[in-house]
């Protein structure tokens, strides 16, 4: 029962391609969510921000999409991905209630900060839904991210690659 | 005999013979504590000497009878009234008489079987133990003294190594493998993890020990699971081709080794859970069973005769009725690669994602 010591040499590796080891990563994905506008006049005002999107999944259609999208186009789509798809899906940055009411002394939900820090609530968010595998799958995404009008009528389904 | 502590009373001290030259061995107690007790083998003898100490020198000790005991239990923490006890012996010392004087008793229990480990858990305790009771009219007096005992095995004449490719559609594709399926307690696990599809923004990979303690049967059965090591086997991101070497040293965590249904009351299973984590601290994991066994140490000429008998006793055994065997059985999921869980799931999902698998 002589006590060998144990083999700890590394089990045989397949030499990887160089291709692969110096092309770019499969898993390239970039969302920005910036500009935001504020459209309209009065009481119609609404703010709008440009949702960016660059990548090589070939689960998006378009490698490179931009659209415009308001506060309520997100809300819709975390309302979409919690019914239709099983993931967990990360909350929005607030509503804002308390600064769409009158008499404030700023520019309530029109403020430059207040949009900013929105605006990066929004993009965190974005990144945080369109990296999941699972929401990757819903078409609710995919409309939001890259047609040009969200069609609040649309019929919810999976995207299968093909 | 006086009801307010005047009466007589006894101290009872248990020695064993080979006190001196039997090695100890740690184990943890109830409260996580490590203490050393006299560690046996199956088979071995177990003799020694009981001395009753008399606390009132010249008064007399009346009794009803002294007796030895070797038990072997399985207490549930929380059915604690209930010992099961799959070893007991008796050895009478003293019939109902009277001592008056301090005696020493001598008493030997020839080969006794110790058929598994000793195992104190979150929800139950196996146990050895040698118990003296001198019993009297109104109250008995007890000593115990707790032994531990170990279940050695050789080496598995089937080990082979578990490859296996797993992932999620179209986004992650890996292929790992583990050199064996069954490891001792102080052996290396080398593996490697072969990336073949990256679409996920990996930013760790690390190897969890986990210790699934099965207690109850049938409709009342509870899993505690333990995560007994993480130990982080990449920091960055992978690409397709790329390897990623394992070698996790078992020997510095505390494990036991695999045991399956212990006289039907509860199971200790271990299982290597592979854990990857992306970018926005979703995790992807994939379970695998691994057999643990304990390996005897080499035998020195000063170890005991009996120890030795002991030891040669395993080799090759496939006695059935030992259930606790651990080199000759087949046990369920390793040996082929054929999966038994094949899903690669994040936590944050209800429901399994279905692998990919070829």
Not at chain 2, 86 to 112: C, I, M, N, W, Y
Request: with cysteine; glycine share 6%; net charge negative.
């Amino acid at each position: 029962m002589a006590d060998a010591i144990a083999d700890t040499r590394r089990l045989y590796t397949k030499p990887q391609n160089l291709n692969d080891a110096y092309g770019p990563p499969s898993n390239f994905l970039e969302i920005d969510v910036s500009n935001p506008e504020t459209v309209g006049v009065g009481r119609g005002r609404y703010t709008t921000y440009e949702v960016r999107l660059k990548t090589n999944l070939p689960i998006f259609k378009l490698k490179e999409s931009s659209v415009r999208r308001r506060y309520s186009d997100f809300e819709w789509l975390r309302a979409e991905l919690e019914r239709e798809s099983k993931v967990v899906v990360p909350p929005l940055p607030g509503k804002a209630l308390f600064r769409q009411l009158p008499f404030r002394g700023d520019d309530g939900i029109f403020d430059d900060s207040f949009i900013e820090e929105r605006r990066q609530g929004l993009e965190q968010f974005l990144n945080k839904v369109a990296g999941h595998p699972l929401a990757q799958n819903e078409r609710c995404l995919h409309m939001f991210l890259q047609d040009e009008f969200v069609d609040k009528n649309y019929t919810p389904s999976k995207i299968r690659q093909a | 005999m006086n009801f307010f502590g005047f009466g007589q009373t006894a101290e009872i001290d248990i020695v064993l013979n080979d006190a001196e030259t039997r090695k100890k061995a740690e184990h943890n107690s109830e409260d996580g504590r490590k203490d050393k007790y006299f560690l046996f083998y199956d088979g071995e003898t177990v003799s020694g000497k009981v001395n009753v100490t008399l606390k009132y020198p010249g008064k007399r000790l009346e009794h009803n009878g002294i007796k030895v005991e070797f038990v072997g239990q399985i207490e549930m923490y929380y059915d604690r009234g209930n010992h099961h006890e799959f070893v007991s012996l008796v050895k009478d010392l003293a019939r109902p008489g009277e001592l008056t004087q301090s005696q020493t008793f001598d008493f030997e229990f020839t080969h006794v079987e110790k058929p598994y480990e000793s195992y104190t858990g979150q929800n139950v305790k196996l146990r050895y133990f040698i118990k003296v009771t001198i019993t009297r009219k109104l109250s008995d007096i007890t000593k115990e003294l707790d032994i531990v005992v170990h279940t050695l095995s050789t080496y598995p004449d089937l080990n082979s190594s578990i490859k296996m490719e797993v992932g999620i559609e179209d986004c992650l594709h890996i292929e790992f493998e583990y050199n064996k399926s069954k490891y001792h307690l102080k052996d290396v696990i080398v593996g490697k993890i072969y990336f073949l599809l990256v679409r996920i923004k990996i930013r760790h990979m690390e190897i969890d020990i986990i210790r699934r303690e099965t207690t109850g049967t049938g409709a009342s059965v509870y899993n505690e699971n333990d995560t007994i090591a993480k130990y982080e086997i990449m920091d960055g991101a992978p690409v397709r081709g790329e390897s990623i070497p394992i070698r996790l040293f078992l020997a510095s965590y505390e494990l036991t080794p695999t045991m399956k249904d212990v006289n039907k009351k509860f199971s200790v299973r271990y299982f290597l859970n592979l854990v990857l984590i992306d970018e926005e601290d979703r995790r992807y994991f994939k379970q695998q069973e691994i057999i643990l066994w304990r390996k005897g140490d080499i035998v020195k000429k000063s170890m005991s005769h009996q120890a030795i008998i002991a030891a040669q006793r395993f080799e090759g055994s496939s006695n059935p009725e030992r259930s606790h065997s651990q080199s000759a059985e087949d046990f369920p999921n390793a040996m082929t690669g054929a999966p038994s869980e094949e899903t690669f799931t994040d936590p944050d999902l209800e429901q399994a994602v279905n692998a990919a698998q070829r």
